[in-house]
């Protein structure tokens, strides 16, 4: 049997009803499931390939039993969705305001994973009204309350300002997590540095502290989170900053390569090693024939993985710090700040970090 979105086909009666081609006799009191909040379902029209009510199924004429059977998922009271529907971070967001008010928006973690920020695992959804009286308790769902909001619409979901959705982070995320997004927000477009940093200004209430600070280390040119935990290892021990993605070459012989991180005055370099971004042999060649001509110039290079940073980041400073010392980096302290201990405390790499 044929089940999802593919069998049903909308039908309009003479009154205007949206029914299912497929449709039988509905009993909307038999096994009646109370949907908290807003009732959505008057004059939307029902389409299964997007969440919807228990009301608004029964009106269309799916049975009680056929909405507890596997051709629907419950994503949350009173909330379906056909069963071969992707249950995208965009569904999952319209499906989490199914029961609020229209002015309501996905925020915090749900807007972001619909901007495609890197985040840690997070559960739930997050939505955010506009009033006190718009709020209620629907499992999975966390809802907060921001009476002022800058909102933008993506394929018809409300969701959260980028910059907005910064701020709202910062109330969920640690300081390198953070730092993480915001460097991934600014990779390929300086101009959202300069947005970030007058919208956090100006920003006050929950997170706004948080994410100035966070910002402050924020910086343009990263390319992966891995890449900003590594740096963010190397200055919350107290190091001096290492400039990133700096070309390095000789002007003269129009040579120039690029590393993740460097000090020029002393010829050192600091690299992540993705070996899973290696996708081509002649990528993996031209990595090796890169760092013998660095050598040849006089330049020594560090290359780190990601057990260096999760695993055990104390040796990884250990080995940073005693070239730093022994290229007499002006400012290098004799002792490592223990700052960085909070932030990366020595822990299993997570699988496939990047």
Sequence with gaps: MVSGPSRWRLWITSAGFAGLSDSVGVNASAGSEPVPGVDKSAGVPFDPLHPFTRKQGLAAGITPNRLRGPGFVRLHTGVF??????????????AALMTYADSAFASHATAARIAGLPLPVLPGEHVTVLAQKDRHRLAGVVCHCAPRAEVRTVNGVRVSLIEQNFVELATLL??????VVGDHLVRKNPGGLGRLQRYCAKAAGPGAVAARRALAYV????????ETRLRMLIVLAGLPEPLVNQLVGEESELDFRKYDMCWPAIKLIVEYDGRQHVERQEQWESDIDRR??????????????????????????????RQLLARRLPGVPTQLSPQWQMHFPGRPAPQGAM
């Design 174 to 179: 640690t300081l390198v997590d953070l730092v």
């Design 81 to 94: 969705a056909a069963a071969d529907v992707a249950l995208t971070p965009l569904i999952r967001a319209e």
């Design 219 to 226: 910086r343009t040119g990263v390319d992966s989170p891995m």
């Design 292 to 321: 013998e001509k660095i050598d040849d110039d006089g330049w020594r290079i560090l290359v780190f993985i990601a057990k260096d940073v999760y695993n055990t980041p104390g040796n990884t400073l250990n080995r940073i710090h």
